[in-house]
């Protein structure tokens, strides 16, 4: 074979290995973002918010790199996740999109997660209902996992909202086209708070934890840590009734500056509800800027600074659900 022949050769080669690749999918996740095309994203080459970059740095090393920005590729799950999965009334950010996941939240196997059995994020569940019919099938559920998917779920409305006008913008997106036209239900080219969060507030949520109905909550329909369960249980029985699960049970005794706190939050929660309902901005619980610091009014006069707070945020949260609306749906 000729010198002239076998050159061409090796170019067709090369060239039909290039178009392989491009037809399976992008070599890496945010790729318009590496600038010199090393196959590693700084902060400075990052178009987002520190919080948002931090996000994607899952090993903190200042650098996106490997799995960060491989396609389909998800966090090593967190050693402590026990521990911090501990609060039944907090909307945690879900992140185990595996088939082990799915099974673990659909609890009646009739494989498809409703929003009355999805007690995490709401902005998560609304990404990846891609069809809008308020179900999460396993293909739906399933679905990043492929290389030519990327709708970014772990990033935040208020981590992608850079310029802070509650909106997001193209420039601002980090998914795909297809995921942002999905989320843009006016077609407007921007997203509101209402159209990445929902409009409508979470389900009773101890009803909807009772997956069988009949009043109570088995270990076996419980998705938090085990010790949270056994803290709620008081009369330890192995089941919560609506008393424990919210913590009133008669007789518990709470700190002065706890009771001080929770007394501050309820009030201030209910504000909050109220205003992100009335400005139509959706439900957004834990974007709430009060929850941060959780001592709003405190005064050392009252007691430990810790106990005000932990008062504060579950009165909080109790709060700006009765503000947002869990009534709405009768008015």
């Not at 439900?283 to 800027?289: P, V």
């Not at 932990?310 to 009534?327: I, K, L, N, Q, S």
């Amino acid at each position: 074979m000729s010198s002239n022949v076998l050159a061409v050769a090796l170019v067709l080669a090369v060239a039909g290995a290039q178009t392989a690749a491009a037809q399976s999918g992008p070599a890496m996740r945010f790729q318009g973002m590496d600038r010199n095309n090393d196959g590693r994203i700084t902060r400075a080459e990052w178009n987002g918010s520190d919080q948002s970059f931090k996000v994607h740095d899952w090993n903190g090393d200042g650098v996106l790199s490997g799995d960060e920005v491989r396609p389909g590729a998800r966090p090593v799950e967190r050693q402590n996740r026990e521990q911090e999965f501990d609060r039944p009334d907090r909307e945690y950010q879900f992140d185990d999109w595996t088939v082990r996941g799915f099974s673990g939240i659909d609890h009646n196997r009739d494989n498809r997660i409703t929003a009355d059995e999805w007690h995490f994020d709401r902005e998560s569940f609304r990404r990846v209902d891609h069809n809008r019919d308020g179900v999460i099938s396993q293909s739906e559920f399933l679905s990043a996992d492929a290389k030519d998917q990327d709708d970014d779920r772990e990033d935040r409305f208020a981590y992608l909202d850079v310029n802070r006008d509650n909106r997001i913008s193209r420039d601002e997106w980090h998914g795909t086209r297809a995921n942002f036209d999905m989320l843009d239900d006016n077609r407007d080219g921007v997203l509101t708070r209402a159209e990445v969060l929902g409009a409508e507030p979470p389900p009773d949520l101890f009803t909807s934890v009772d997956v069988n109905r009949n009043g109570t909550i088995a270990r076996d329909e419980w998705h938090w840590s085990p010790g949270s369960f056994d803290r709620l249980d008081q009369n330890r029985d192995g089941r919560l009734t609506p008393e424990e699960f919210s913590g009133t049970v008669p007789g518990a005794t709470r700190s002065q500056a706890y009771q001080a706190g929770y007394d501050r939050g309820l009030i201030e929660g209910r504000a909050a509800g109220r205003e992100d309902r009335e400005r139509k901005q959706g439900w957004d619980l834990e974007g709430q800027r009060e929850l941060e610091q959780a001592d709003s009014g405190y005064d050392a006069r009252m007691g430990p600074r810790a106990d005000y707070q932990a008062g504060y945020r579950e009165a909080f949260r109790v709060g700006y659900r009765e503000g947002f609306g869990a009534r709405q749906r009768s008015e």
